[in-house]
Nanobody, 112 residues
């Protein structure tokens, strides 16, 4: 199993930036960020492999950057040019032997 601990959420103005962090209790191949707004389905934001390959949802491309520090088992999500529609709970995710593991979630609120 793996435990994921997130941090970095908060309240930010439209156009502002936040940096989310997720620390895993062990090394994992793929780590990703998902988000879920009230009444909405959880959706993939970005993912990254241990080798550095990345994948982004269209709605964040050019604004968000995912990165990782394998030595620290940590993944980051740099969020720039934030929009009100980015408001959601952001969850860190990984998969081990067909099982999904999730962090506790961190709230991101984009509002004037």
């Amino acid at each position: 199993q793996v435990r994921l601990v997130e941090s970095g959420g908060g309240l930010v103005q439209p156009g502002g930036s936040l940096r989310l962090s997720c620390v895993a209790s062990r090394s994992v191949f793929t780590m990703g960020w998902y988000r879920q707004a009230p009444g909405k389905q959880r959706e993939l934001v970005a993912a990254i492999t241990s080798g550095g390959s990345t994948n982004y949802a269209d709605f964040v491309k050019g604004r968000f950057t995912i990165s990782r520090d394998n030595a620290k088992n940590t993944v980051y999500l740099q969020m720039n040019m934030l929009k009100p529609e980015d408001t959601a709970v952001y969850y860190c995710n990984t998969v081990l032997i067909f099982t999904n593991y999730w962090g506790q979630g961190t709230q991101v609120t984009v509002s004037s």
